[in-house]
């Protein structure tokens, strides 16, 4: 039996072999990112932040833990279920379109580890930004911290196996219409599956376009979780500040 699926991110990130796949990432990296970005930011004790596309909630909770008000929203039910376990007063999930806004406003939007450029439609892309900035008072700060697509590209892994907790996955990625691809396929408990993830190979130059577009101005932009200088040949991150 092969299960397959259509619109990627509705379905892979619901399943549970996604978290299995991604389940060594580093918490140590992703903490020092929010207490380097928060400071920088220079956000308000006890202030407001929208994790966009916060997945099970990891920066979120970790948001929520050094002080601030976290509110964490995702297409996922799955992983919004999982997320709503850690709730409290000052922390909140909800299953929410980032292509639309929150019915509220915040010191800051957060949208991270390359949770952007999904959708095939660059309009929705745009509706994101135009989202993301509705969704900011007047004092707050937007942040999309996106892969560097051009260094990406050019160091990209063709092929390469993981096996983690008894599953092995097959991973390949490649460059199509524009897109980021990675296939991943593996069997599990004798079915075999394929999952594809695919991310618009977005630039600088792309990201500028539609902040224009949307009425928004880029105030700074990184090129790592240390908050370095961005450079397009050398930089692994694409870490975009604006309002």
């Known amino acids: 039996m092969s299960i397959d699926t259509t619109t990627w991110f509705t379905s892979w990130f619901d399943t549970p072999f996604y978290h299995i796949l991604y389940k060594n990432r580093d918490d140590t990296e992703a903490h020092t990112f929010m207490d380097t970005l928060t ?3 220079n956000i308000p004790e006890c202030g407001t932040i929208l994790d966009l596309a916060c997945g099970k909630g990891r920066h979120a909770r970790y948001l929520n833990k050094i002080g601030y008000d976290v509110t964490g929203v995702d297409l996922s039910e799955n992983s919004i279920a999982f997320a709503k376990q850690f709730e409290n007063h000052s922390l909140h999930f909800e ?4 292509c ?9 939007v957060f949208n ?11 309009e929705d892309n745009l509706k994101t ?21 051009e260094f990406v590209i050019d160091n990209l892994v063709a092929a390469e196996t993981k096996t983690v907790d008894g599953i092995t996955f097959n991973l390949k990625r490649f460059v199509e219409d524009g ?3 990675k296939d991943i396929s593996f069997t599990a408990n004798t079915i075999a599956y394929h999952f594809q993830e695919r991310v618009k190979a977005l630039t600088l130059k792309d990201f500028q376009v539609m902040f224009e577009a949307a009425d928004v101005h880029l105030l700074d932009v990184f090129g790592d979780y240390k908050l370095r200088k961005f450079n397009a040949k050398t930089s692994e991150r694409l870490v975009m500040i604006f309002k």
Do not use: W
Not at 95 to 98: D, F, K, L, S, Y
Not at 100 to 108: E, G, H, L, S, V
């Open 100 to 108: 639309q806004p929150y019915n509220k406003q915040f010191d800051a």
């Open 179 to 181: 897109h980021i691809v």
């Open 129 to 149: 930004i135009k989202a993301i900035k509705a969704n900011l008072n007047a004092f707050g700060f937007g942040v999309i911290d996106f892969m560097n697509s």
């Open 112 to 122: 991270l580890f390359t949770s952007f450029g999904y959708f095939d439609n660059d």
């Open 95 to 98: 299953v929410h379109n980032m």
């Open 39 to 41: 400071h920088y930011l």
